[in-house]
């Protein structure tokens, strides 16, 4: 029989619970980045983009203020919008108030924040018809073909994916959108550790905070018993494959039970939670071409941090 720290709570997500089997019984422990974002991941990461450290949206969103209404003039009247990855339309207005779009639909895992995007617009935006569309965007997804569309991908979210992911990504996206379709991708540029990882172990510890809440997050929700506090956030700059890593570093030797399965984890032992991979203007360029894309036009910072991407 299991001891008492093996009799574990409600399981109310087995998609969650699926994956701390699989992840944390491997080696090395790894778990999937999409689990950040439950009401609490969402709140913080909101505080991430707002920190001095943390250039990559305010960068974007600056340059999407810019390019917005030229990019948004490349499609008819009447086009669709499709945001991948969708957790608030904060950057999709930079297109949307152009007025040349009827339908917007948002994918996101966060399933709260489409609900309250969708009221937010249909209070701001009356005439838009928003189709949100819960789930995990690198699953196949419905989208309505009855008009051109523009896919739209901001955030840098790509780099979360490794770079076979990506290509395979970027290619079905290509059939989703159709023949006529765009796709307009925000992408951080390869750069300096010194600016990267400041960007990802804020001094604040709000990043760090991010990352531990995926055990909190498992605890409610697949009846684990983590304690965070055995825990630290790790970011590190990983120059082989041009990518930050995040992981949670074990204090201590413990035992944890995931479903009655016992996980050992060593003093230093890491949970590999998130992936950011950097790319340099022709590195994207080849990935796109692979995928069956052509570039039209880059956009980039004038301080050389991020670039947008226009695919067709």
């Given at each position: 029989?299991?001891?008492d720290?093996?009799v574990?709570?409600?399981?109310?997500?087995?998609?969650?619970?699926q994956?701390?089997l699989?992840?944390?019984t491997?080696?090395?422990?790894?778990l999937?980045?999409?689990?950040f974002?439950d009401?609490?991941g969402?709140?913080?990461?909101?505080l991430?983009?707002?920190?001095p450290?943390?250039?990559?949206t305010?960068?974007?969103?600056?340059?999407l203020?810019q390019?917005?209404?030229?990019?948004?003039s490349?499609?008819?009247?009447g086009a669709?919008?499709?945001e991948?990855?969708?957790?608030?339309?904060?950057?999709a207005?930079?297109?949307?108030?152009?007025g040349r779009f009827?339908?917007?639909?948002?994918?996101?895992v966060?399933?709260?924040?489409?609900?309250a995007?969708?009221a937010?617009l249909a209070?701001?935006?009356?005439?838009?018809?928003?189709?949100?569309?819960?789930?995990d965007f690198?699953?196949?997804?419905d989208?309505?073909?009855?008009?051109?569309?523009l896919?739209?991908?901001?955030?840098s979210?790509?780099g979360?994916?490794?770079?076979p992911?990506?290509q395979?990504f970027l290619?079905?996206?290509?059939?989703?959108?159709?023949?006529?379709?765009?796709?307009?991708?925000g992408?951080?540029?390869?750069k300096?550790?010194?600016?990267?990882?400041?960007?990802?172990?804020d001094?604040?510890a709000?990043t760090a905070a991010?990352?531990?809440n995926?055990?909190?997050?498992?605890?409610?929700?697949?009846?684990?018993?983590?304690n965070?506090?055995?825990f630290?956030?790790?970011?590190?700059w990983n120059g082989?494959k041009?990518?930050i890593e995040?992981?949670?570093v074990?204090?201590?030797?413990?035992?944890?039970?995931?479903?009655?399965?016992?996980v050992s984890?060593a003093?230093?032992e890491?949970?590999h939670?998130?992936?950011?991979?950097?790319?340099?203007?022709?590195?994207?360029?080849?990935l796109?071409?692979?995928?069956?894309?052509?570039?039209?036009?880059v956009?980039?910072d004038?301080n050389n941090?991020f670039?947008?991407y226009?695919?067709?």
């Amino acid at each position: 029989m299991p001891d008492d720290h093996a009799v574990l709570g409600r399981v109310s997500n087995p998609e969650l619970l699926q994956a701390a089997l699989d992840g944390l019984t491997a080696c090395p422990k790894t778990l999937p980045p999409k689990f950040f974002y439950d009401e609490e991941g969402c709140r913080l990461f909101g505080l991430i983009t707002q920190l001095p450290e943390y250039y990559p949206t305010r960068t974007e969103m600056k340059l999407l203020a810019q390019i917005g209404p030229e990019v948004a003039s490349l499609m008819p009247q009447g086009a669709v919008l499709v945001e991948y990855g969708a957790s608030d339309e904060a950057k999709a207005l930079f297109l949307l108030n152009s007025g040349r779009f009827s339908r917007y639909v948002p994918i996101d895992v966060a399933v709260t924040s489409l609900r309250a995007l969708r009221a937010r617009l249909a209070a701001s935006h009356p005439a838009l018809d928003v189709q949100i569309r819960p789930g995990d965007f690198l699953s196949a997804v419905d989208i309505p073909r009855r008009a051109p569309i523009l896919g739209f991908f901001p955030g840098s979210t790509i780099g979360n994916l490794d770079r076979p992911v990506a290509q395979h990504f970027l290619a079905d996206a290509r059939v989703a959108l159709g023949t006529n379709g765009r796709f307009l991708i925000g992408v951080d540029l390869a750069k300096s550790p010194d600016i990267l990882i400041p960007a990802y172990d804020d001094a604040q510890a709000v990043t760090a905070a991010f990352n531990l809440n995926l055990l909190v997050r498992m605890n409610r929700e697949i009846g684990t018993r983590f304690n965070p506090d055995n825990f630290s956030h790790r970011a590190i700059w990983n120059g082989e494959k041009s990518r930050i890593e995040m992981h949670l570093v074990s204090r201590y030797t413990h035992i944890e039970y995931i479903s009655g399965e016992m996980v050992s984890f060593a003093p230093g032992e890491t949970i590999h939670t998130e992936n950011s991979h950097k790319y340099t203007q022709s590195e994207f360029i080849s990935l796109a071409a692979a995928a069956g894309w052509s570039t039209e036009r880059v956009w980039v910072d004038e301080n050389n941090l991020f670039a947008v991407y226009l695919l067709a």
